[in-house]
Every structure is written in C-alpha cells, then in structure tokens.
C-alpha cells in the first residue's frame, strides 16, 4: 500500500513563528506536491518538486518554501507564520500521469 | 492560469442519481480527474477520463466529457448516505519547461438526504 504521511494532523502556532509541515512517501515517487485547500477555493498548488533538490513554483508561493534533501520527504516551510495561513495543507506525491496519492492533511491554525 | 469551476452545493435523495458539473480552461487537458474528499480525509481519486474520450463508465460512476464546451460531468447512480462528501475535478496543465501539474475545481459538497 502506497502511503503517504503528514507530521501532524493538527497544529496550532502563533504569528510570527517557523512553521514546518513535513511529508514522507514511501513509493520512490518523484513527484511531490503542496496544496492548501480553503473553503470556496478548493485546491491552490503551492509548490511542487520532479526530483531531489528541485522544486518549481505553483499558483501560490508567496509566504512559503520548501525543501526536498531526500526523494521521499517534501517539506513546507512557512517563514513567518500569519493567520491567513490558517488553512487544511494537503501533501501529494506521484510517479505516472495519475496524482493518485494524498496524505490525510494538516489543519494548521495560526493564532 | 488555468481556471476550474464547479458549483458549491448539491443535495439529492438517496436513491436518486447525482450529476456533478465542471467546466475547465485547458484545451491540452490530456487527463481529467474526479476526486472524492470524506469529512477530515484526504483526497481519494475516484476516476479520470482522457481526454480522447467521451465517456467512462466505472459500476455506478460515469464520466462525460465535452471537449467541445470543455464540460465535464460526474453522475453517481443509486446515491447512497455513503457519497456525502466532496467532489473535485482537477484538469492537467501542461508546463512550458515540461512535465504537468493538475488544478483542482472549488469542489462540490453532495448531501445525501434520507
């Protein structure tokens, strides 16, 4: 079973700090995505990455970045957390033409 | 950018079929995709459709599409409480330095009514 993890199903945080969400696959997929979803807008692409050490702008960067050290961990990092960041993050990962794998999400909330 | 749309709200009774609409920007579109989002899960893809095709049937789901009118449309069958939830469909970009992203619809929340 293709899995892939999320650190934390919930996090709360205040303006200001670090944030890191963290994403692990375990299917040697070379593809990885970060989503944010808010009601009303369903699913914005924040970055996405092809392979180790790469990573490509989505629709929505402003206020993150990410890093991938190793194929199968995908991190989003948001430098200075703000409260329009309060969203559901969804991490992906896929091989073929199909994104067929999410993980379950974070909820963060950012006080 | 690529621009997808869905309607927000759609309440059928169980037992009746449901019909999810989408319309999509991307005439290079090479694959449409239906998603399926249960309260506090991931996403779970539930069916595509290439794009030289027009329909997909799949038990009770079936797929059409419009390249036409770049139309897309899920009808569930015999809906059951168990499809509450909600439904996104997401079209491919295709990127000018290579390789592809997909853009996801506002998403649709099905209630099933008894």
């Known amino acids: 079973d293709v899995k892939v993890t999320q650190s934390s199903r919930y996090l709360v945080k205040r303006t200001g700090e670090k944030v890191f969400l963290e994403c692990v696959q375990d299917?040697?997929?070379?593809?990885m995505f970060w989503y944010r979803q808010d009601p009303g807008l369903g699913l914005r692409l924040i970055y996405f990455?092809?392979?180790?050490?790469?990573?490509e702008k989505g629709d929505i960067p402003e206020g993150y970045s990410v890093s991938r050290e190793k194929k199968e961990r995908f991190s989003l990092i948001l430098e200075s957390a703000s409260t329009n960041q309060t969203s559901m993050y969804l991490c992906?990962?896929?091989?073929?033409?199909?994104?067929?794998?999410f993980g379950p999400g974070t909820r963060l909330t950012v006080l | 950018g690529e621009d997808v749309e869905q309607s927000l709200f759609l309440s059928v009774r169980e037992g009746d079929s449901s019909v999810i609409n989408c319309t999509y920007t991307?005439?290079?579109?090479?694959?449409l995709y239906w998603y399926k989002q249960e309260p506090g899960a991931g996403l779970q893809l539930l069916t595509y459709?290439?794009?030289?095709?027009d329909m997909k049937q799949d038990q009770r789901l079936t797929v059409l599409l419009n390249k036409k009118d770049k139309h897309l449309s899920l009808r569930i069958a015999d809906t059951q409480t168990g499809d509450s939830a909600i439904y996104f469909c997401?079209?491919?970009?295709?990127?000018?330095?290579?390789?592809?992203?997909?853009?996801f619809g506002t998403g649709t929340q099905l209630k099933v009514e008894l």
């Open positions: 991307d005439s290079s579109s090479t694959y």
């Open positions: 990455s092809y392979d180790v050490k790469m990573k």
């Open positions: 299917m040697d997929h070379e593809n």
């Open positions: 459709i290439f794009s030289n095709m």
């Open positions: 992906a990962s896929k091989s073929g033409p199909l994104l067929e794998f």
């Open positions: 997401a079209e491919t970009e295709i990127l000018t330095g290579g390789g592809n992203k997909l853009t």
